[in-house]
């Protein structure tokens, strides 16, 4: 009996410690934190919680009414510099935070993507900030800070900057190849929308009178690419969280894992 016992014990006690033991599938791994499987060990991820869904909420919450705002809803203007304390605090700290808590848990895609975003956000809110006087640098003298929003170098500036970050967007969009096809849709759509932004803020550089309607029109088109981005992030956040509660419904996101195999995944099988 009491053999009997011991042995029902143990068995127990081996199946709550293969319980414990079992690792993320290469699937499921690349949906909740997009970015591929590493080397690093699952210790981490038992201990602390996903952040990957505390980036995605600071990147959505910038980004979705930044883009309603470029399509004029509702009469919604300025660039979004109504949205300049959302920018700081729910786009930069939320988001650099996210980034350090992935870094920690090994993920370094992720953890590249999100504090490149939050510091993008930040670097955003400060340009419309009054404070930081970016623009208040171009005003013609003797005229109104804001008067320096509208001059050809201010532009011009702004132009460049978007670019590089659209560049950096696309390497992006390369790398995301490797995780899921939502997260390619997000990139693809959002290289899209900051391309035409790029192409209105030069617009209004060389000819901001002359070029009024073209400079609209590459504003609606970038705030549409920019809400069909934001929103293929609502789906792959939706998708994310229902995976963390473990909710019986689950949302597929088209793992590309097993389509593009890692360097080191052909290697190891040769």
């Known amino acids: 009996m009491a053999a009997s016992h011991d042995a029902s014990s143990k068995g127990s006690s081996h199946e709550l410690r293969a319980a414990h033991t079992l690792s993320v599938t290469p699937e499921m791994f690349e949906k909740m934190y997009l970015s591929p499987q590493n080397q690093v060990k699952g210790d981490l991820r ?3 919680a996903n952040p990957t869904p505390i980036g995605l909420v600071g990147f959505l919450m910038c980004l979705t009414p930044l883009s309603c705002n470029l399509m004029g ?29 992935e870094w920690i848990l090994g993920n370094s895609f992720s953890s590249v993507v999100f504090i490149t975003f939050g510091t993008f ?26 008067a320096g929003m509208s001059a050809p170098g201010f532009n011009a500036s702004i132009g460049f900057w978007i670019l590089w970050f659209n560049v950096l967007c696309f390497i ?33 550089a060389e000819d901001i009178v002359g070029n009024a309607a073209a ?19 609502w789906y792959l956040l939706f998708s994310i969280l229902l995976t963390t509660v473990d909710f019986p419904i689950q949302l597929p996101v088209g793992d590309l894992s097993g389509i593009i195999k890692g360097k080191s995944e052909k290697e190891a099988s040769k």
């Open 121 to 146: 956000w930040l670097a955003f809110g400060g340009t419309l900030n009054p404070s930081f006087a970016a623009y208040a640098a171009y005003a013609p003298e003797g005229e109104a800070a804001a």
């Open 215 to 233: 400079y609209g029109r590459l504003l609606v088109g970038s705030g549409a690419a920019n809400f069909v981005c934001a929103m293929s992030g």
């Open 172 to 204: 992006f969009l390369i790398l995301s190849l490797r995780t899921n096809i939502v997260f390619v849709i997000l990139f693809f759509t959002l290289v899209i929308g900051l391309g035409l932004l790029t192409g209105a803020y030069w617009l209004m």
């Open 46 to 48: 038992k201990t602390f």
């Open 73 to 101: 809803w509702r009469g919604a203007s300025g660039a979004g510099a109504a949205h300049i304390p959302v920018f700081f605090f729910m786009g930069g700290v939320q988001m650099v935070i996210a980034s350090v808590l």
